[in-house]
């Protein structure tokens, strides 16, 4: 059980310190940096649990909250040391991804037991907090980029569940989830995976339509 929740910290940590990142980019103060990683740290898994209609995580612990503020300040005043934000938001996201993947499947899990909701629940609480996170900081958003986004999160969310449902201990299901999806995103992002794009084509003249 410690291991899992480890995992629910890092993954509000490290989204929490994309979202102060996405602020550092638009030069915004300390209270936008407070407001973005706040929405970004736990966007994902308030969304989650409104749907699974369970208490919402952050209003039965508050340390999550702290954890998001103590990040925002961090970053805040750390934010200028780094050359390339844009690039350290995007693997800081796709770490939180591949923590929160699992997180979320594992909640999802324990809540209904099916393995359908689970793998939904991973990807929703990966991928929320994130495309909140550049809606209102007006970043180009990730899912409108050509890698690979949304399938890694369900790669991770399907190999934590295939592997808890087969009876494996908790930490064994969970580390190897979180290498997959990380891999994933992490080659897409060095290397520009990416699926096909669909190529428009022209439509049917009225005339042409029987």
């Known amino acids: 059980m410690d291991q899992i929740i ?11 310190a994309t979202g102060a990142l996405a602020a550092s980019r638009k030069e915004l103060d300390v209270i936008g940096f ?4 706040g929405v970004t740290g736990v966007g994902g898994g308030t969304f989650r649990d409104l749907i699974l209609d369970v208490p919402v995580f952050w209003v039965q612990n508050h340390d999550y909250l702290l954890v998001c503020a103590a990040i925002a300040v961090a970053v805040y005043f750390s934010a200028h040391l780094i050359e390339s934000r844009y690039r350290l938001l995007l693997w800081l996201d796709a770490v939180g991804l591949a923590a929160y993947c699992v997180f979320g499947a594992w909640k999802g899990l324990v809540v209904t037991g099916s393995a359908m909701v689970a793998i939904v629940m991973g990807m929703l ?16 958003s990730v899912l409108l980029r050509p890698e690979i986004y949304v399938t890694s999160a369900m790669a991770g969310a399907v190999t934590f569940t295939v592997l808890d449902i087969a009876g494996l201990p908790l930490l064994l299901s969970a580390a190897p ?5 990380f891999a994933i995103r992490g080659g897409a992002l060095r290397f520009g995976w990416s ?16």
């Open 6 to 16: 480890f995992l629910d910290y890092a993954g509000v940590a490290v989204f929490a």
């Open 177 to 181: 989830a979180f290498l997959v999806a």
């Open 34 to 37: 407070l407001f973005l990683a």
């Open 125 to 140: 609480t990966a991928t929320f907090g994130g495309i909140l996170r550049d809606i209102l900081s007006g970043e180009p």
């Open 195 to 210: 699926f096909p794009p669909y190529k428009s084509r022209p439509g049917r003249r009225p005339e042409d339509i029987p």
